[in-house]
């Protein structure tokens, strides 16, 4: 039996699940019996997660794109609506972060590309999307935010803005498609292992974090499908942080006033 029976047989289009967060969030609505699109710009990383559902028993297909291109996004949306139907859940997960530079190593070409990954495929992506939906009366979108929209990363400068940019999207896009029935929310992951961290590099980040370990692509999961479905129908314009309580902190734990390892132990609780 499944989590969220209404998700069944959705069509769910997850962009940048060819890896990481997008794959975990693409095998979970496949295990609840939607009809997943895996979307990447590598052909060959969409293929692998499809492949991962179908052996399962699941449905995914795979839909490469690059999503800052629109010529790209248009035959991706042309491909699924002649094979599926149209996309009832969007989940804009695309993402890129590197290469990483300071401000003052970076140029126009380096800004462009990761405002026109992060920020614009998530424009493209939902405007293609957001008719369809608008004409059937219903569907959702699902952005992907980061704790750089409202605190800073260093040598992020470009990440963060786009980032920034994607939860003031959620919110002017919530107050435009909501008379039709589509709402918009966004996921704020916080530090996921998306790239198979060492136990000393996942201890060290853990201890900044106040539940005490670094997130798992799988932590993602919950919170979107719980965004995707029927259950969260009267949540729209919303920002769902996934970080362990990181933004909570007004320092990290190793420069607190009172560090997690000057907490009562188990014994003297």
């Known amino acids: 039996m499944t989590l969220y029976p209404d998700l069944e047989n959705k069509i769910v289009l997850v962009t940048g699940s060819g890896s990481g967060i997008g ?16 979307n990447d710009i590598d052909p060959e990383a969409a293929k692998q997660t499809c492949a991962e559902a179908n052996a399962n028993g699941f449905s995914a297909i795979p839909v490469p794109a690059d999503v800052s291109n629109s010529e790209d996004v248009d035959q991706m949306f042309n491909q699924i609506e002649s094979e599926l139907g149209e996309v009832q859940i ?31 495929g998530h424009f493209l992506c939902a405007h293609r999307a957001a008719r369809p ?31 920034g940019g994607i939860e003031a ?11 039709y029935g589509i709402r918009v929310n966004a996921v704020m992951p916080g530090s996921i292992d998306t790239s198979g961290l060492t136990p000393d590099e996942r201890k060290l980040r853990g201890e900044n974090i106040p539940m005490g370990r670094i997130g798992e692509p799988a ?51």
Do not use: C
């Not at 530079?101 to 990761?114: P, Q, V």
């Not at 919950?222 to 942080?241: M, N, R």
């Open 23 to 38: 794959k975990a969030q693409a095998l979970r609505f496949a295990a609840e019996k939607s009809q997943v699109l895996v």
């Open 90 to 120: 969007l989940v804009n997960n695309a993402g890129l972060v590197s290469p990483m530079l300071h401000f003052f190593e970076a140029d126009e070409t380096w800004w462009r590309r990761i405002i026109d990954v992060n920020l614009t």
């Open 133 to 163: 939906m608008a004409r059937s009366g219903e569907g959702v979108i699902i952005n992907t935010s980061s704790g750089g929209a409202t605190r800073a990363h260093r040598s992020f400068t470009a990440y963060d803005a786009a980032k």
């Open 169 to 179: 999207f959620t919110r002017a896009l919530a107050l435009d498609l909501g008379p």
């Open 219 to 269: 932590d993602m999961t919950g919170p979107t499908l719980f965004l995707a479905s029927e259950q969260s129908s009267y949540i729209s314009g919303d920002v769902i942080k996934v970080d362990g309580g990181m933004l909570a902190q007004q320092r990290s734990a190793t420069v607190d006033i009172m560090p997690p390892d000057g907490f009562p132990t188990i014994d003297e609780i």
